[in-house]
């Protein structure tokens, strides 16, 4: 295991994970399911979630635009997110961004389309009364 220490923590010296365990205990606790958590859990859910973050940067980066311009951005992320069917789970948390315009655009759009909807069950409605 000498070979997996990545991180130092304050006093420089080395730990096996980079991300603050206090923080991810927090988090495991947050379910309602969960009173204790073994240390040995909570090393592996961290070392296991930074592997994850990593290999998801990796796989961004490669597949995205990073190349070009040397550099991860949060397009690459939504996009790896929206077209790999690995990360098809992260569409929701990483969605491709939009305007402002755009975005009130679509609602504009999407309201028109239910006023529309309900005149037509309206209509429907009363031709049957009128039978």
Same mark, same amino acid.
């Given at each position: =295991? +000498?070979? =997996?220490v990545v991180g130092r923590d304050k006093c420089g010296e080395q730990r096996l994970v980079s991300l603050p365990l206090s923080r991810i205990r927090v988090i495991m606790k947050s379910s309602p399911g969960v009173s204790s /958590?073994?240390?040995e859990a909570l090393v592996l859910t961290a070392k +296991?979630?930074?592997l994850f973050v990593q290999y998801l940067a990796t796989y961004s980066y490669?597949?995205?635009s990073g190349k070009e311009k040397k550099a991860l951005t949060y397009h690459d992320l939504s996009n790896t997110a929206e077209e790999s069917e690995t990360f098809q789970f992260l +569409?929701? /948390?990483l969605?491709?961004?939009i305007l402002a315009s755009k975005y009130l655009k679509m609602l504009k759009e999407k309201k028109e389309e239910e006023e529309e909807e309900e005149e037509r069950n309206n209509d429907e409605e009363s031709d049957e009364a009128e039978s």
């Open positions: =295991m +000498a070979d =997996m /958590i073994n240390q +296991a979630t930074e490669r597949h995205g +569409a929701d /948390i969605p491709k961004k």
